[in-house]
């Protein structure tokens, strides 16, 4: 039982470039997210689902875009990187009112 | 979702309880009090949620008041593995669906 994985752990991306944040949880959880946290910050979220083919915006959605395609799938993009998107990335998931299981983050650096 | 207060740090000696309070005064009927805790750079990990009970786990124990505006989580027997930022949020359906906002938390620092 992996619970949250994410992939990849550490990237480093140039001004403009885009990317996308895979998570995965094995779980069978009906709800996914996605959160920034920024040094000496609390977790901010972008985006968020409650089920397969659903997404909504969370706090923070401007320059990210996600699809849950599968259940077990909820992936952030990124289209054009810029340096205030440099983070850390969190992924979760949860029943619909049960505790939220994190994934140990990716670490994206924007130059 | 409501808002939650908390103290932006707090000590404990090694071996006694830790007691970190938690405000919630705006908390409606449907949502529930949670509790996590984050480690240095590691991904936020679940603690203890409730409803209106008090609720124990192999973790910790949440004491929520009979009003629900605020709540206590009890860590039993800290130890210096139990220093750590920790969130209490207040969980519930909110426009346009379901959301999570996590606050500043409390940093405990557990002392030998």
């Known amino acids: 039982n992996a619970g949250v994985t994410q992939t990849p752990k550490f990237r480093v991306l140039k001004t403009g470039q885009s990317m996308t944040l895979l998570c995965a949880q094995d779980m069978n959880h009906e709800y996914m997210y996605w959160y920034r946290q920024d040094p000496g910050m609390g977790l901010r979220l972008i985006h968020y689902s409650v089920g397969e083919g659903t997404t909504a915006k969370g706090e923070v959605p401007d320059g990210y875009n996600v699809s849950r395609l599968k259940k077990q799938n909820f992936l952030l993009g990124l289209e054009s990187a810029a340096p205030s998107q440099t983070s850390v990335y969190f992924c979760?998931?949860?029943?619909?009112?049960?505790?939220?299981?994190f994934g140990q983050g990716t670490r994206l650096t924007v130059v | 979702d409501a808002k939650t207060t908390q103290p932006p740090s707090m000590d404990c000696a090694e071996g006694r309880a830790a007691n970190l309070p938690c405000n919630h005064s705006?908390?409606?009927?449907?949502?529930?009090v949670y509790w996590y805790r984050q480690i240095h750079s590691q991904g936020p990990q679940y603690i203890i949620h409730?409803?209106?009970n008090n609720e124990t786990n192999e973790m910790a124990s949440l004491i929520i008041t009979e009003d629900r505006k605020s709540s206590t989580l009890i860590l039993p027997h800290a130890t210096l593995r139990d220093t750590a930022v920790y969130y209490c949020?207040?969980?519930?359906?909110?426009?346009?669906?379901?959301?999570?906002?996590f606050g500043a938390g409390t940093r405990l620092f557990v002392k030998a």
């Open positions: 409730g409803l209106k």
């Open positions: 979760a998931s949860s029943y619909k009112d049960g505790g939220a299981f």
């Open positions: 705006t908390i409606s009927g449907n949502e529930y």
């Open positions: 949020i207040v969980r519930g359906l909110g426009t346009g669906g379901f959301k999570t906002i």
